[in-house]
């Protein structure tokens, strides 16, 4: 199962270089690692040459023009350019754990989408972390929020695996992996929604109503969040909006989406 590692990023390249050299420490590696960039300036540019030229698999750096926050887009336009069958998508601030790809790969299963977890780390310790280069935070760690999600047990992992998800419950997009192939189905992320959220609840609707559901991977795939000021914006989010049109008009596929890409990128669908 040839896989395809995407990473968005926007001009925080020390975050993004610690992402990179945890991906360089995995058992398994990806198939490629594709940087989906908003619109960063040329030090991200220099920094993923950087790795291209150290990682054993293809690294593409897929940039898009910075006019706001367009994360849908940045996604759409990696997704078009990727090879792989399965896509695992990770924000540019995640640390993986050595076997982050190899969970991934072994939970993926036909019909479903998989949301994982994070360690979330306190402002010093994400300093500490770009600080002094670090890759692991144990259990006792101080510093951390959600900390039961250091812990990797297959046991555990596989009992928690086995519940089937269709609600809004705990999804985010800075660990979760799709088949190509429905993400294809659906169109890809929605270009309307700009700004901070809501992509990733609006695209799980639409693949809950093509019949695909959510399985969700803890105690495996294990990551951790650097540290960064929150972004999520006060009081109600404007796209809340598209999530409710889509769960009242039980929509499928978005009409602007991934395949206004497929033409300069080729198409594979997976």
């Known amino acids: 199962m040839k896989t395809s590692l995407i990473i968005t990023t926007y001009n925080w390249p020390e975050a993004l270089d610690l ?31 950087s790795w ?52 991934h790969k072994r939970a ?8 994982g977890v994070r360690v979330l780390s306190e402002p010093e310790t994400g300093q500490r972390l770009l600080r002094e280069g670090i890759l692991n ?6 510093g951390i929020q959600r900390r039961r999600h250091t812990v990797r047990n297959r046991v555990l992992s596989w009992l928690v695996f086995q519940r089937r998800h269709t609600d809004q419950k705990a999804i985010r997009g800075s660990n979760q992996a799709y088949w190509k192939s429905d ?16 992509e990733d609840n609006e695209i799980a609707c639409r693949m809950y ?12 795939a294990l990551t951790i969040h650097i540290y960064h000021r929150p972004r999520k914006p006060e009081g109600q989010n404007p796209n809340d909006k598209y999530v ?27």
């Not at 750096?61 to 887009?73: C, K, N, P, V």
């Not at 935070?137 to 101080?142: I, T």
């Open 19 to 49: 992402t990179l050299k945890s991906v360089a420490r995995q058992v398994e590696m990806p198939d490629e690692v594709i940087v989906a960039d908003d619109g960063s300036r040329a030090d991200t540019a220099d920094l993923v040459r």
């Open 52 to 103: 291209a030229a150290r990682l054993p698999v293809p690294v593409l750096h897929i940039w898009q023009e910075d006019r706001g926050f367009r994360l849908a887009r940045s996604r759409n336009r990696a997704i078009a350019a990727a090879s792989g069958a399965y896509i695992v998508i990770v924000d540019g601030d995640m640390i993986l754990h050595e076997h982050f790809i190899a969970d």
């Open 108 to 115: 993926a299963r036909p019909g479903y989408f998989i949301q």
């Open 137 to 142: 935070l144990g259990f006792f760690a101080k």
């Open 183 to 198: 993400l294809m189905r659906v169109n890809g992320f929605d270009e309307r929604i700009t700004g901070w959220g809501r």
């Open 209 to 220: 109503h093509i019949g695909v559901k959510r399985r969700n991977l803890k105690f495996a």
């Open 244 to 270: 409710r049109q889509t769960i009242e008009g039980r929509s499928e596929r978005c009409q602007l989406g991934i395949d206004q890409h497929l033409v300069e990128f080729g198409s594979h669908p997976g």
